[in-house]
T-cell receptor
Framework: ELKVEQNPLFLSMQEGKNYTIYCNYS?????LYWYRQDPGKSLESLFV?????AVKQEGRLMASLDTKARLSTLHITAAVHDLSATYFC????????????FGKGTKLSVKP | NAGVTQTPKFQVLKTGQSMTLQCAQD?????MYWYRQDPGMGLRLIYY???????DKGEVPNGYNVSRLNKREFSLRLESAAPSQTSVYFC?????????????FGSGTRLTVV
């Protein structure tokens, strides 16, 4: 069974701290996506990682992909309250027709 | 603004009623998708359409039907709604199955079946 597992599922951080969200997946894939969802809103694309070793950064967020370990990380640097949201990773299994398989999401709360 | 438009945004149905969720995109994307989002479950694929004229089942298709009316529009129909179909439904589109840019999501439809 194809699985995409995120951990932690809930994360409470203080402003200014660093933390990493992990996304493990069980199938062969060289494409991984990170999305952000604010409460009651739709999903917004954050990062598209299309090859082994890919690293992308936007502001305080940095995402990386290790296809051999089947692992992606989303690193948060010096968290601020505006980063509070739910973050989803999604995998495009090799050979699929682009049907992304989503993790359950990590709900991040950044407190002053 | 270019994007994915879903209607309605909110709907309450009685058990056994039917309804169609509408989705349209104006980005000339080939592929379109319907997902449902339930608390603690992430997003699960209901149906997808890799290109105009084709549709296929996803992970949770039971109780749903879809129509790819043309390249722009992809509708989801509930023939006989059940409380288990209470969920938030998202339509998404992508340029092609290679997913170079990932999905663009609509704003969602919050459906309650009582």
């Amino acid at each position: 069974e194809l699985k995409v597992e995120q951990n932690p599922l809930f994360l409470s951080m203080q402003e200014g701290k660093n933390y990493t969200i992990y996304c493990n997946y069980s199938t062969t894939s060289d494409r991984l996506y990170w999305y952000r969802q604010d409460p009651g809103k739709s999903l917004e694309s954050l990062f598209v990682l299309l090859s082994n070793g890919a690293v992308k950064q936007e502001g305080r967020l940095m995402a990386s992909l290790d296809t051999k370990a089947r692992l992606s990380t989303l690193h948060i640097t010096a968290a601020v309250h505006d980063l509070s949201a739910t973050y989803f990773c999604a995998v495009d299994p090799r050979g699929s027709q682009g049907n992304l398989i989503f993790g359950k999401g990590t709900k991040l709360s950044v407190k002053p | 603004n270019a994007g994915v438009t879903q209607t309605p945004k909110f709907q309450v149905l009685k058990t056994g009623q039917s309804m169609t969720l509408q989705c349209a995109q104006d980005m000339n994307h080939n592929s379109m998708y319907w997902y449902r989002q339930d608390p603690g479950m992430g997003l699960r694929l209901i149906y997808y359409s890799a290109s105009e004229g084709t549709t296929d089942k996803g992970e949770v298709p039971n109780g749903y039907n879809v129509s790819r009316l043309n390249k722009r529009e992809f509708s989801l129909r509930l023939e006989s709604a059940a409380p288990s179909q209470t969920s938030v439904y998202f339509c998404a589109s992508s340029e092609d199955p290679r997913q170079v840019y990932g999905y663009t999501f609509g704003s969602g439809t919050r459906l309650t079946v009582v």
